[in-house]
T-cell receptor, first 116, second 112 residues
């Protein structure tokens, strides 16, 4: 089936250090997968961080980046130098470009805490 | 700016009682969604809608009904709440396909 697996949390990183949150997906029934990272800050709803709809392309936003790798079925989230304000829960998600439903399949979320 | 508002934000219900979770969006999006999230699980889709008057079953619809009386409003109804429905519920709106989903802040439901 279709699924998303991401780094088990919680993850703690010191401020100014680098970050990687792994995400792998299985898209057996999706003809045209597209990939997303959403973030949820405390007390708020999920909001889009970045998305990539074409394999081989990289998305970036707020210093975060992720590359859609079709060969390894991965979409890892990276940041070179984290800030305290990056503390949040990060969700990797898989969607189907071919349908108008706009439904997404989410990973379990990775809670990130930044140590000052 | 896109806005999705959920109410209530917190709810305690009794087993066997009826619970209604409400969602309002000002984005004029055709599609709306109800997800639930439990510890260790990603968000799972309960019901969704393509527009006023339409509701569709998602991946885990059992025990839930949905209602879309207008473009702006989408409700999730638990006719006979059970403790297994204790969760955090998220509503979202979107324009379909690869478009961004806009989420509400969530409703924390406890069924005792």
């Amino acid at each position: 089936g279709d699924s998303v697996t991401q780094t088990e949390g919680p993850v703690t990183v010191s401020e100014s250090e680098s970050l990687i949150i792994n995400c792998t997906y299985s898209a057996t029934s999706i003809a045209y997968p597209n990939l997303f990272w959403y973030v949820r800050y405390p007390g708020e709803g999920l909001q889009l961080l970045l998305k990539v709809i074409t394999a081989g392309q990289k998305g970036s936003s707020r210093g975060f980046e992720a590359t859609y790798n079709k060969e390894t079925t991965s979409f890892h989230l990276q940041k070179a130098s984290v800030q305290e304000s990056d503390s949040a829960v990060y969700y990797c998600a898989l969607g189907d470009f071919d349908y108008n439903q706009g439904k997404l399949i989410f990973g379990q979320g990775t809670k990130l805490s930044i140590k000052p | 700016e896109a806005a999705v508002t959920q109410s209530p934000r917190n709810k305690v219900a009794v087993t066997g009682g009826k619970v209604t979770l409400s969602c309002n969006q000002t984005n004029n999006h055709n599609n709306m969604y109800w997800y639930r999230q439990d510890t260790g699980h990603g968000l799972r889709l309960i019901h969704y809608s393509y527009g006023a008057g339409s509701t569709e079953k998602g991946d885990i619809p059992d025990g839930y009904k949905a209602s879309r009386p207008s473009q702006e409003n989408f409700s999730l109804i638990l006719e006979l709440a059970t403790p297994s429905q204790t969760s955090v519920y998220f509503c979202a709106s979107g324009a379909g396909a690869a478009n961004t989903l806009y989420f509400g802040a969530g409703t924390r439901l406890s069924v005792l």
